[in-house]
């Protein structure tokens, strides 16, 4: 199996894309103030669920899957202020808060398989 074979992996990437073209739009100071820290949260999801692939022991792979979980979270919060700050559309923070839940259930069920691999 390679990484790019992952589910959990290829939604992070396709939220990824969505959260690029949504801040592609934002203006600079936008991009500085906030725009910058939900970009380096998205792609902190994907990047750590790529870590923790590559790791042997199931303990290191859940670190990193611990930490994508967390980006995640962080990416939410994001989402959320740049709503309340009329950043990005409502129906473009419904459409990305979704699949930020899909994806969150999507983590956790990875870190049960990937603890589960030891038993």
Do not use: P
Request: neutral net charge.
């Amino acid at each position: 199996m390679e990484l790019g074979d992952l589910e959990v992996y290829q939604l992070a990437r396709e939220i990824s894309r969505d959260v690029w073209v949504m801040y592609d739009r934002l203006d600079w100071h936008d991009k500085k103030i906030t725009g910058d820290q939900w970009i380096r949260a998205i792609d902190s999801v994907g990047a750590n669920l790529a870590e923790g692939f590559g790791r042997f022991h199931y303990l290191d792979k859940n670190k990193f899957n611990y930490n994508a979980r967390g980006s995640l979270q962080e990416a939410r919060h994001w989402t959320d202020i740049l709503r309340e700050h009329k950043k990005i559309t409502d129906q473009e923070c419904v459409m990305l808060i979704s699949k930020l839940d899909k994806l969150n259930v999507k983590i956790n069920n990875y870190i049960s398989a990937t603890r589960n691999q030891v038993k």
